[in-house]
Every structure is written in structure tokens, then in C-alpha cells.
């Protein structure tokens, strides 16, 4: 497989959680200790995503965490701007940690698949 396909395949997947968990999320509100994770995961895959999708035109995993992370830092300073939307810091903390993750896995993955 090709750099991209690898990247590719990932976003897909990443994607698939996503929707796997949307249609679970009402009942996994429910059990206890899970609510800040139910709650968080989708700004964290929405990073992920972001990030890896940037870094197929940018060419290096590393440089696309900036922008992962600060758009969904800005997504969520803007839901104070808008009435139906809440703003929350666990979300902003879920979009860094993806950048975190993201970067990780670019130390691995720019030098498994280099550009």
C-alpha cells in the first residue's frame, strides 16, 4: 500500500468509529464514568481525521497537527458565539490529545512511509 492508502484507510476507519459510536452514544451516557469520554470522543476522532486528511496534501503527518488541533480549538471557542451549541474544555482537551496521538503516530509513520 501507498502512503496515502495507509492514511486513506485510517480516515475511513476513524470515520466508521464515528458512526458506530453516534448510534451508541444516548445509551452510553448511561453508564457511569463514561460521560466525559461519550461526551469528548467526537472532537477527538473529528482531530484525528482533520489532521490525517491535511497530511495527504501537506506530505508529513507532523505538519497537518497544527491545524487539527487549532480548528478544533476555534470550532469550540465559536460555540460561545452561537446559541445552540455549548461550549465545554474537556472538547478542547479531546482535540489536543488528538494532536497528541496524531503526532505520535506521525513519529512512526514519516519514517515507515516517507513523502
Do not use: H, W
Request: aromatic share 18%.
Amino acid at each position: 500500500m501507498t502512503r496515502n492508502q495507509v492514511l486513506i484507510t485510517i480516515i475511513f476507519f476513524c470515520l466508521q468509529c464515528l458512526v458506530f459510536f453516534s448510534v451508541f452514544r444516548s445509551s452510553l451516557f448511561n453508564v457511569e464514568g463514561l460521560g466525559l469520554i461519550v461526551g469528548s470522543f467526537p472532537n477527538f476522532i473529528g482531530g484525528v481525521v482533520v489532521c490525517l486528511s491535511i497530511s495527504i496534501f501537506e506530505g508529513r503527518v507532523s505538519y497537518s497537527i497544527f491545524y487539527g488541533v487549532l480548528g478544533g480549538v476555534l470550532y469550540e471557542i465559536l460555540q460561545l458565539l452561537i446559541t445552540s451549541r455549548t461550549f465545554d474544555y474537556f472538547d478542547i482537551l479531546a482535540s489536543v490529545l488528538a494532536g497528541v496521538v496524531v503526532f505520535l503516530f506521525g513519529i512512526v509513520f514519516d519514517k515507515t512511509f516517507p513523502s
